[in-house]
């Protein structure tokens, strides 16, 4: 994958780790009535209905220029990516908020809860090694920023979803583990409705947010931030290059498209000139792997 992280491997993580879960958390749901794991459990099939979403979207992505798509479908990532936090938005969040509201209005005592709880440490546990797996990749390409700077920040919208799905997939864990522990101690179901509210709304809460960056990176965002400035000071220490006035960039999922408008200098004949930007045209191209296409214009002002 571009930028250093493997986000496929996190994809994969997640994915098998969820299909677990779900599983386990679906069949503890039916047996104890618990509205909390009801909630958890959608939420994970739903996640790992989303990994492969991202999956077929980092397919598409590869597909080669055509003549009515001629800079690719790189971006074909960021529509599946939009897709997903939809879904997460609605059959996780809004599911789970419906479920405790009925549960608040109907509460029913918890049957077998132990073994409700026992799914949910097995879960907590499995969706520990699935974060494990993402944060290993974000850490490749965090380069000493924070998670959130990261995350606002990032262009790898598949990465995104994963990490916001594994955050919020184990917060919700603890949260409904809270909620039955509470509901099993009490005898009060309206605890074990109250958690599976809190995790509906820490799902929307995400979903938004993760919403809202593929939205920037769907209407056309420039390349990492840390990576244009790589890509100034670059151009800045080149000797054929007088003056850069403007680069501008665009993420296109994997791929970067770069345009630079520069005041090259003196060669002495045009051959020259036009000899020192197709160096720097290559040269640049090897340094940042990313950049698929490579606009120049030579000129003497902005």
Not at 241 to 260: E, K, N, S, Y
Request: aromatic share 10%; glycine share 8%; net charge negative.
């Amino acid at each position: 994958m571009s930028h250093g992280a493997d986000s496929l491997k996190s994809i994969l993580f997640a994915l098998f780790a969820n299909a677990a879960i779900a599983v386990a958390k679906l069949v503890a749901a039916i047996i104890t009535g618990s509205g909390a794991m009801m909630a958890e459990s959608i939420h994970s099939f739903a996640d790992a209905g989303n990994q492969s979403l991202l999956i077929l979207g980092l397919k598409l992505a590869k597909s080669p220029p055509s003549e009515d798509y001629p800079l690719g479908y790189g971006k074909a990532i960021y529509f599946w990516s939009f897709i997903v936090a939809i879904i997460l938005f609605s059959l996780g969040g809004m599911f789970s908020l419906y479920e405790g509201w009925h549960k608040l209005g109907h509460p029913e005592p918890l049957s077998s809860p132990l073994i409700a709880i026992g799914v949910l440490v097995f879960a907590i546990v499995a969706e520990g090694i699935s974060m494990w797996g993402c944060l290993r990749e974000v850490n490749k390409v965090r380069r000493g920023r924070s998670y959130w700077r990261w995350f606002r920040e990032s262009r790898q919208s598949e990465l995104l979803v994963v990490f916001g799905e594994d955050l919020a997939a184990l917060a919700g864990l603890v949260f409904a583990l809270c909620a039955i522990t509470l509901t099993l101690v009490t005898g009060n179901p309206v605890y074990d409705a109250a958690g599976t509210m809190v995790i509906g709304t820490l799902l929307l809460i995400i979903a938004i947010l993760i919403g809202n960056e593929v939205r920037a990176l769907l209407i056309g965002q420039s390349a990492d931030p840390v990576v244009q400035d790589e890509m100034k000071a670059w151009l800045k220490q080149r000797p054929e290059i007088q003056h850069t006035f403007r680069l501008v960039t665009m993420q296109m999922g994997a791929d970067i498209m770069v345009a630079i408008k520069a005041q090259m200098k003196e060669t002495g004949t045009e051959i020259g000139m036009i000899e020192a930007i197709n160096s720097v045209e290559a040269e640049f191209k090897k340094q940042f792997p990313g950049v698929t296409w490579l606009f120049f214009e030579p000129d003497n002002a902005d």
